[in-house]
């Protein structure tokens, strides 16, 4: 059936729209996640977030596996870290980067489930 577009749409279900509102969460939260997914938006940083779904490495590690520079990896690594998907420890005067915690791993296969891979 054909509608006309001055046609109203009507709710018919006012207790599920309801339901949905209440269960939305805030605004502040909802830009902080979509900030969050934005980190996923480059490939770059992906790339190195699958080097680190394998293994703790350094940079200089993940820089020689990319074929990138050191100081490219750094600046990624930066923002990742200030994301919260990366965190490091240090041994001496190295530092090593691994993912921050299950939930990322989960991200990055969950992803990748999406794509049908």
Do not use: W
């Amino acid at each position: 059936m054909e509608k006309n577009q001055d046609q109203e749409f009507l709710c018919l279900d006012e207790s599920s729209v309801e339901a949905v509102r209440q269960q939305m969460p805030d605004e502040d939260d909802l830009y902080d996640l979509a900030e969050l997914y934005k980190v996923f938006g480059d490939s770059t940083r992906i790339k190195i977030l699958y080097v680190l779904f394998g293994a703790e490495l350094c940079v200089y590690d993940i820089a020689r596996l990319l074929g990138m520079t050191q100081s490219a990896v750094s600046h990624q690594l930066r923002i990742l870290k200030n994301n919260k998907l990366v965190k490091f420890r240090r041994e001496g005067k190295t530092v090593f980067y691994g993912l921050d915690d299950d939930h990322v791993r989960s991200i990055l296969k969950l992803g990748m489930e999406h794509l049908g891979d």
